[in-house]
Nanobody, 127 residues
Framework: VQLQAYGGGLVQAGGSLRLSCAAS????????MAWFRQVPGKEREFVAA????????SYADSVKGRFTISRDIAKSQVFLQMNGLKPEDTAVYFC?????????????????????WGQGTLVTVSS
């Protein structure tokens, strides 16, 4: 399974970016996909997650109301629309995915729920 994330870049505070991630693999059909982010020297943290077959999403408190996660089931893709960006959103953003049974809400924010990870895309928000 391979995950390819793209869409990062440099944006001014208050601006928007849209991240995309595609999962590929001969027989892989993700049951859930998520975004995490990491600042150098800090722990990787949860941003948002979506269940692929259910209308279920989860967001970190720090991004609620500003970020929106969506998915394209047919293409095994997940998107993160980021609006109202702040300098503290600056980080490397990682896409993650899992297969298997449908996700439960309590597990959506846990890194251990996702065995597959992409390389990350850098988002820099200038003040």
């Amino acid at each position: 399974v391979q995950l390819q994330a793209y869409g990062g870049g440099l944006v001014q505070a208050g601006g928007s970016l849209r991240l995309s991630c595609a999962a590929s693999g001969r027989t892989f059909s993700p049951s859930g996909m998520a975004w995490f982010r990491q600042v150098p020297g800090k722990e990787r943290e949860f941003v948002a997650a979506v269940a692929m077959s259910a209308r279920m999403t989860s967001y970190a408190d720090s991004v609620k109301g500003r970020f929106t996660i969506s998915r394209d089931i047919a293409k095994s893709q997940v998107f993160l629309q980021m609006n109202g960006l702040k300098p503290e959103d600056t980080a490397v953003y990682f896409c993650a995915a899992r297969g298997g049974p449908r996700m439960i809400l309590s597990g959506m924010s846990a890194q251990t729920s996702y065995p597959y990870w992409g390389q990350g895309t850098l988002v820099t928000v200038s003040s």
